[in-house]
């Protein structure tokens, strides 16, 4: 573990100092300063971190039980006082530990744009909020799969499956839907007066709070400009009031994540159960 923060803190810290390098020459020559820049090492590094979550978090968790079968030892955990939630909170809280390290320990890295501002704890705080929602949520469908599947394969692939299409799929279908009443709309005529609506993906765009990657485009897209127009969720709503949901989306799609999260959990502790058949 030690090696593997001092491989990934070299290459954010390189990348960094490369950045601002790079920034102090342009300053030299020309005599303005692009805060550009900075912020884009900002985003640099919390993308490399949240991708890092997303998808090594599954990789961890998906094999922790199914693993425990396959080498025929998860009977002898049962044979101990450890139950089967313990079992579970402790595979997942043993992997979530890990990947969290590994965020914190960078996080020197995030501070270099404090020099120059724009930034701030309370930015800093939701975005690390963001992370470990998102490596519980990614977490609990690896451990849920395990729990599930006999074969650390199989719950490979169901895990990386469902998770591509909580990713892609909600993102999918919102497009299709905002193309779709984009042509209906272009196909409409419209007479003198008349105000043209605008595209949405209507009810649609409310799958996207259990969309991880936009919750956390959203987050920066707030905290960096121009860094989220592709995923942003207001895109989708064309023209509806804004609402309750729509308002606070942020917090809802992190508190939904997180109830899914713990749904995920409580059902791999039900199906480790090996007495959840019996009748008494």
């Known amino acids: 573990m030690p090696f593997i923060i001092l491989c990934f803190n070299g290459i954010l810290a ?39 979550l997303m998808f090594i978090m599954p990789a961890l968790t998906s094999g922790s039980i199914s693993g425990e079968r396959e080498r025929q030892t998860l009977e002898l955990l049962f044979t101990t006082k450890m139950t089967p939630g313990d079992i579970v909170m402790g595979k997942l809280l043993s992997a979530l ?18 020099v120059y501002g724009s930034v701030d704890f309370m930015d800093l705080g939701l975005l690390f909020l963001c992370f470990v929602v998102t490596a519980a949520f990614s977490g609990g469908i690896g451990i849920f799969a395990s729990s599930l599947m006999r074969r650390s394969t199989f719950a490979n692939v169901c895990t990386y ?12 279908i919102n497009l299709f839907l905002y193309n779709m009443s984009q042509m209906q709309i272009n196909n409409m005529v419209f007479q003198m007066g008349e105000t043209r609506p605008t595209a949405s993906s209507g ?6 709070l259990i969309n991880p990657m936009v919750t956390f485009a959203e987050i920066l897209g707030d905290q960096v400009a121009g860094g989220a127009e592709s995923l942003s969720v207001g895109r989708f709503l064309g023209g509806s009031p804004a609402g309750f949901v729509t308002s606070h989306w942020i917090l809802v799609s992190l508190l939904v994540q997180a109830v899914l999260a713990v749904c995920f959990v409580r059902g791999a502790i039900y199906f480790l159960n090996p007495t959840r058949n019996e009748k008494k």
């Not at 469902?162 to 892609?168: A, E, H, K, S, Y």
């Not at 009810?203 to 996207?208: D, I, N, Q, S």
Request: charged share 5%.
């Open 203 to 208: 009810a649609a765009v409310y799958l996207l």
């Open 14 to 52: 390189a990348a960094a100092l490369l950045n601002m390098y790079s920034a102090v020459a342009q300053v030299r020559i020309s005599a303005n300063i692009q805060y550009t820049s900075f912020l884009q090492l900002y985003a640099f590094v919390a993308i490399l971190e949240f991708l890092l």
């Open 97 to 114: 530990s890990q990947l969290l390290v590994l965020v914190v320990s960078s996080f020197p890295v995030l501070l270099l744009t404090f």
């Open 161 to 172: 499956g469902f998770l591509l299409l909580t990713v892609v799929g909600t993102y999918m």
